[in-house]
């Protein structure tokens, strides 16, 4: 079994800053890109960001310049430093995480979400 747990996310000021984190635990051999997705009410879940196991990273257009991902191999965890928050960041984020299971397969796994709320 694998889990992921999200933490980090809540109520933020229109400029403002989150960080958000995802950590990965059970029974992992490898864990290979992981990445964050949003979804706003109404509105298609999307990719915010992705970094691989070499840590090369991809963002889509609206954050790039204002979010930072990263990872912590030794802790199974990868971040997302949001800054300059806008009104339109406010989206339930996901984070994503590609794992190879001991004795099993390689697959996505998804995080529970944790809310994201920029207010003026």
């Known amino acids: 079994q694998v889990q992921l747990v999200e933490s980090g996310g809540g109520l933020v000021q229109f400029g403002g800053s989150l960080r958000l984190a995802c950590a990965a635990s059970?029974?992992?051999?490898?864990?290979?890109?992981m990445g964050w997705y949003r979804q706003a009410p109404g509105k298609e879940r999307e990719l915010v960001a992705v970094?691989?196991?070499?840590?090369?990273?991809r963002y889509a257009d609206s954050v790039k310049g204002r979010f930072t991902i990263s990872r912590d191999n030794a802790k199974k965890t990868v971040y997302l430093q949001m800054n300059s928050l806008k009104f339109e960041d406010t989206a339930v984020y996901y984070c994503?995480?590609?794992?190879?299971?001991?004795?099993?397969?390689?697959?996505?796994?998804w995080g529970q979400g944790t809310q994201v709320t920029v207010s003026s």
């Open positions: 970094i691989t196991s070499g840590s090369s990273t």
């Open positions: 994503n995480v590609d794992i190879l299971v001991l004795f099993g397969q390689r697959r996505d796994y």
């Open positions: 059970g029974s992992i051999l490898s864990i290979y890109a």
